[in-house]
T-cell receptor
Framework: AQSVTQLGSHVSVSEGALVLLRCNYS??????LFWYVQYPNQGLQLLLK????ATLVKGINGFEAEFKKSETSFHLTKPSAHMSDAAEYFC?????????????WGLGTSLAVNP | ETGVTQTPRHLVMGMTNKKSLKCEQH?????MYWYKQSAKKPLELMFV???????ENNSVPSRFSPECPNSSHLFLHLHTLQPEDSALYLC??????????????FGSGTRLTVV
C-alpha cells in the first residue's frame, strides 16, 4: 500500500526566494512519484516524475525534485520563486510494479509568492 | 490547451435536474478517469475506464453514472444530486492503466454547484 504526506498546507515565500515543498511517501514496493501543479480554475498539470531512473529529476518551469529512499522523501524545489508560481501543488505516488497502479494523492500545498 | 477538453467549465443545477459532463481527449490514450476535487480533501478517484471498459468504481453513488462510448470520450451523467456533490470534477487520461509511469493528463475541470 502507498500513502503520501505533504507537510504544510500553505507555504509563503518572497519573489526570488527558494521554494521548498515537502513530500514524504510510504510504499511497500518501489514507487513512482509525481508532482503536479494546479493553477486557479485549471486542472492539474504534470511538473515532473520519478520513475526509478535518475534520483534528481528536473521538471518544467525550473522545478526539480530529489528522490531520497533513505528519507522516503521527494521534496520539490525551485531556486528562485516567481509570481507565476503561485498555485496548488500535489505530490502523488504509485507502485512501479504489480497490478495495483492507483495514484495516491497528497492533500496539496498552496504556494503564495509575495512581491 | 492541455489535450483533454472538458465541457461545460461551470454548471449550476438543481437537485432534481439531469445533466451530463463531457470529456474528450485526442492524445491516443486508452485509459480515462473521473476525479472529484473538494476543498481540503484528497483527490477522489471515482471511475476508471481502460480501453472503454470500466475497471474501477470507487463506491460512487448511483446518482453519478459514467459512460465511455470510445477511448476518446467520457461522460458523467448526473441526476438527483445533493448539495455535498458540489465540487470540481476533473477528467484525466493516460496510457493504459498498467503504465502508470507516464503520468496523467488532466482537463481543466467542470465546477459543479448543486443548489
Amino acid at each position: 500500500a502507498q500513502s503520501v504526506t505533504q507537510l504544510g498546507s500553505h507555504v509563503s515565500v518572497s519573489e526570488g526566494a527558494l521554494v521548498l515543498l515537502r513530500c514524504n511517501y510510504s510504499s511497500s514496493v518501489p514507487p513512482y512519484l509525481f508532482w503536479y501543479v494546479q493553477y486557479p480554475n485549471q486542472g492539474l498539470q504534470l511538473l515532473l516524475k520519478y520513475t526509478s531512473a535518475a534520483t534528481l529529476v528536473k521538471g518544467i518551469n525550473g522545478f526539480e525534485a530529489e528522490f531520497k529512499k533513505s528519507e522516503t522523501s521527494f521534496h520539490l524545489t525551485k531556486p528562485s520563486a516567481h509570481m507565476s508560481d503561485a498555485a496548488e501543488y500535489f505530490c502523488a505516488v504509485t507502485a512501479n510494479a504489480g497490478n495495483n497502479r492507483k495514484l495516491i494523492w497528497g492533500l496539496g500545498t498552496s504556494l503564495a509568492v509575495n512581491p | 490547451e492541455t489535450g483533454v477538453t472538458q465541457t461545460p467549465r461551470h454548471l449550476v443545477m438543481g437537485m432534481t435536474n439531469k445533466k451530463s459532463l463531457k470529456c474528450e481527449q485526442h492524445l491516443g490514450h486508452n485509459a480515462m478517469y473521473w476525479y472529484k476535487q473538494s476543498a481540503k480533501k484528497p483527490l477522489e478517484l471515482m471511475f476508471v475506464y481502460n480501453f472503454k471498459e470500466q475497471t474501477e468504481n470507487n463506491s460512487v453513488p448511483s446518482r453519478f453514472s459514467p459512460e465511455c462510448p470510445n477511448s476518446s470520450h467520457l461522460f458523467l451523467h448526473l441526476h438527483t444530486l445533493q448539495p455535498e456533490d458540489s465540487a470540481l470534477y476533473l477528467c484525466a487520461s493516460s496510457q493504459p492503466k498498467g503504465q502508470a509511469n507516464y503520468g496523467y493528463t488532466f482537463g481543466s475541470g467542470t465546477r459543479l454547484t448543486v443548489v
